[in-house]
């Protein structure tokens, strides 16, 4: 009898293991899988929005004319966008309606640190996963989230980056840094910038001799400009929404201000910083996750793509976006189920080396048991005739591409 129990009950665990593997049944398969999306696509950083918004348009596209979701019998993934305005309050509100409401699956965004840190407590709340891949803040994957991943890199991971490139190039160079100045809005992302450069300077034994941070979106950064001049750090690195970066390289150059490097992140990244800028952003070196000029054929081939759909260049928001819609969509895959929870679950398992995901400059895409990739990474370009060249690190550079170092003085960046 004995023998005979365990033998019913072996096959019935193999039925029971067969028939979980096979696929969704068409008639209990949904026609659609809905998304919702939060970005800025009104207010001050309007146009960052509207560039990720590109991103993950022209990436919808593509794979729900490639058949959709095959685990779910090609259910088309439709995006539900929630404007946030770039306020806290405004996300926390439209992601509550986007579950509650709209009933979505899950939900990417929202672009900024200072509005997805309070979204993600809204997503744990309701057991919806939050898929996070621009904001930076380190909180976001440090606060025990089950339902919180992040393809994109950690604050302090850029500081990191930031501090190995200025002492790679100053070896490779023989012309090394050795005093440092920071300057960084007063936000949740800038505070967590600042926090993090003081870190890493610290450990490469790199003296900060001037440390500031400036008022988001004032009309005014003479001040700061002023007091970074006399300080006289031979590097400075800089943390800005793209409005205010324009700003701060502008006043840069009308107080005549030379340093080795000033090394951007954040709106350094956008090409409206370049037109808004003009001749005053060339030879700045920005710190990003992508460029078209990368040694990455997939991430060239998405540029002309995006130019010839849009008419104007991919940035790297918009690659961001792309990338990301992809990796969800694997996700998807993953889950055979537009259920948060079998969603939740398969983003805790994913591995994504290959495909359209891979625009961007890293290994792969999985998440760590705090929800952050770990295999995301920052590269940084520097501006030459109005335009981004990937300069380091060497593995990602194209070799024809000649780093200005120290950069030119104001006379040579405004000519």
Partial sequence: MRTTLATVSCVGLVLFVAFAALPVDAGQAPAE??????????????????????????????????????AL???????????TRGEPTVGMSEIEKLITQEKVSLIIGAHQSNVTLPGTAVAEKYKVPYYVPNATSDKITEQGYKYTFRSNVKANWGAKDEIKFLVDVGKQKNDPVKTLGIIYEDTEGGQTFAAGVRDEAKKAGLPITFDEAYPHGGADVTPVITK????????????????DAILLAKTVDEMRFNAKAMVGWGGYADPAFIKGAGK??????????????????AARALADKFQKKYGVPLSAHAATGYSALYVAKQALEDAASADPQKIRDAFAKIEVKAGPAMVMPFQKFTFDENGQNPFARYIVSQIVNGEYRTVWPNDITPPEN????PMPKWEVRSK
């Fill in 33 to 70: 899988v809905k998304i919702g999306n939060l970005l800025p696509l009104s207010g001050g950083l309007a146009n960052d929005g509207a560039q990720v918004r590109r991103g993950f348009d022209l990436a919808l596209e593509e794979i729900n004319a490639a058949g959709g979701i095959k």
């Fill in 280 to 297: 005053t952003a060339n030879f700045w070196f920005n710190v990003g996750n992508w460029e078209k000029d990368m040694n990455l054929p």
């Fill in 228 to 243: 970074v001049k006399q300080a006289a750090p031979d590097a400075v690195l800089f943390n800005s929404y793209v409005q």
């Fill in 73 to 83: 019998h090609g259910a088309k993934i439709r995006l539900i966008y929630g404007d």
């Fill in 402 to 405: 000649k780093i200005a170092w």
